[in-house]
């Protein structure tokens, strides 16, 4: 009989006690230990208390290796009741021992105002790198691999711990996914997708982004993944270009908002020749008339596809491609619009001051009438000079506005999607150039009801995930064989 010794969040007895009572019903569990952070004199009979200073902390993954004297170590990582599938944990210790792994982790029902939701997650690939991946919130460790890989923890965490022990862990054992429901929990984070997705680049997180950097660069130079900060230099005279900068804007049913992204454009102030290059995805809203109310100004070119299976990459390819494309491209959302006049004279400065092959911006996020809106600037620090291209493995976004020196991009070529594109450029082109920065806002990010990330499905969020852990994979497998040579 393989044994079990369970670890779950404890706060009081009335919030584990149904938790408790479902692990207990399997004939697996070996002893029940409560994780607790503050100081604690209530007992559960037949439970142990595990005093702990955080439950992500370094500490408390020495402290759970420490107690794990059974075949598995099992983690439930909420405060919410666990609820356990029939014959759950059975399951879950089969696949462990058949496939030999290191964690295995399951699907689960997420249960929000009494309504029971299937919570699909993905599978773990060599380039789920991000601190947020979501395994769910139940883990099965193999026991053994549980200890080594904490012993191979080098720094005290406060935050970082339990992502560090996971990135260990990766590197001598597999972590699998069984695509199989296996419990249910009550979800209380019930925000649309669209207000999640920038909860890494919050400023009170920094703390916390700061801590799982440093886990990430020490795992990446375990597995020959990092990067030196050395950095190929670009001349910037390659080719003859009518235009010193090109702004592209792709766009498809955008009719509310893609004259205010114009108007921004036109007013820019420049020491330099530049246009405008729209390439309008087949509008069928009337933004294609809103873009030909402009059409007197000679700067703007309207571009209609002849292709119609082109996703937001294929058309800045369209834009980049073009023969009136300047020197450097600037991203402009449908959505969004350059802080003021000055924008695009600052994006394409940090060029030739920083010699880079890619400049990464400022943003402020506002609501549709660009009244800020939390969590307010978003400076993307995390792109430093010195880590940022090993950094992007583990973020889930760039930043805004992007900008790219078109002889780069044009070598280099946009992937055809609609989501992740700009993110697979830029640690396409961090493997060889520096991506620079600018610290001052000059975009603002609108957040509206249209926008494409508003409000996601689970699986469709799913989808966007494993896509952009697979570009991670080939990116880290591309680094990892240049380091060889």
Avoid at 292 to 317: K, Q
Avoid at 413 to 428: C, R
Wanted: with cysteine; proline share 3%; hydrophobic share 35%.
């Amino acid at each position: 009989m393989k044994t079990i010794n369970c670890f779950i969040p404890f706060s009081s007895p009335a919030q584990v006690n149904k938790t408790i009572e479902g692990l207990r019903a399997c004939e697996h569990i070996k002893q029940i230990y409560l994780l607790t952070t503050e100081s604690c004199h209530d007992e559960v009979a037949g439970c142990q208390l595990l005093p702990v200073a955080g439950l992500n902390a370094s500490a408390t993954m020495r402290a759970i290796a420490a107690h794990s004297d059974a075949d598995f170590t099992l983690l439930y990582t909420k405060y919410t009741t666990l609820e356990l599938g029939y014959f759950a944990l059975e399951r879950m210790v089969r696949i462990a021992t058949d496939s030999q792994a290191g964690m295995a982790y399951a699907d689960s029902y997420h249960v929000t105002d009494g309504r029971q939701e299937k919570a699909p997650v993905i599978d773990y690939q060599y380039g789920s790198l991000r601190d947020d991946f979501n395994f769910g919130s139940l883990l099965l460790f193999n026991a053994d691999a549980f200890k080594e890989a904490a012993s191979r923890m080098t720094t005290d965490f406060q935050f970082a711990g339990l992502y560090d022990l996971r990135l260990k862990l990766s590197q001598k054992a597999s972590l699998v996914h069984i695509n199989e429901y296996l419990y249910s929990e009550v979800e209380n984070d019930t925000r649309k997708s669209g207000e999640k997705i920038f909860d890494y680049v919050d400023p009170k997180n920094r703390g916390v982004q700061i801590e799982m950097e440093a886990a990430c660069t020490e795992h990446l130079k375990a597995i020959g993944g990092y990067l030196e900060p050395r950095f190929e230099k670009i001349a910037f005279d390659e080719g003859s270009f009518e235009y010193e900068a090109s702004v592209i804007i792709p766009v498809r049913n955008r009719v509310r908002t893609i004259a205010d992204a114009i108007e921004s454009v036109l007013k820019q102030q420049t020491s330099f020749k530049f246009n405008l290059i729209i390439i309008d995805n087949h509008s069928t809203d009337g933004t294609t008339e809103a873009i030909d109310r402009f059409a007197s100004d000679e700067r703007l070119i309207h571009l209609i596809p002849e292709r119609n299976d082109l996703g937001i990459g294929g058309c800045w390819n369209l834009g980049v491609h073009h023969p009136r494309c300047g020197k450097f491209a600037v991203q402009l959302d449908s959505d969004d619009v350059y802080r003021d006049e000055h924008t695009l004279q600052t994006m394409v400065n940090a060029f030739y001051e920083q010699n880079c092959g890619m400049v990464v911006g400022t943003y402020m996020m506002t609501d549709f009438h660009m009244n800020m809106i939390a969590p307010g600037i978003i400076n993307h620090k995390e792109w430093t000079p010195e880590n940022g291209r090993n950094n992007a493995l583990r973020i889930n976004g760039l930043g805004a506005p992007r900008a790219f020196y078109t002889p780069l991009l044009r070598k280099v070529k946009v992937p055809n999607t609609s989501y992740g594109e700009d993110y697979a450029l830029g640690l396409n082109i961090s493997r060889h150039y520096q991506i620079g920065r600018v610290y001052e806002v000059v975009y603002l990010c609108r957040r509206w009801d249209d926008n494409s990330d508003a409000s996601l499905s689970i699986e469709k969020m799913n989808a966007n995930n494993l896509y952009k852990d697979r570009i991670r994979t080939w990116e880290l497998q591309a680094r990892v064989a240049m380091n060889k040579r």
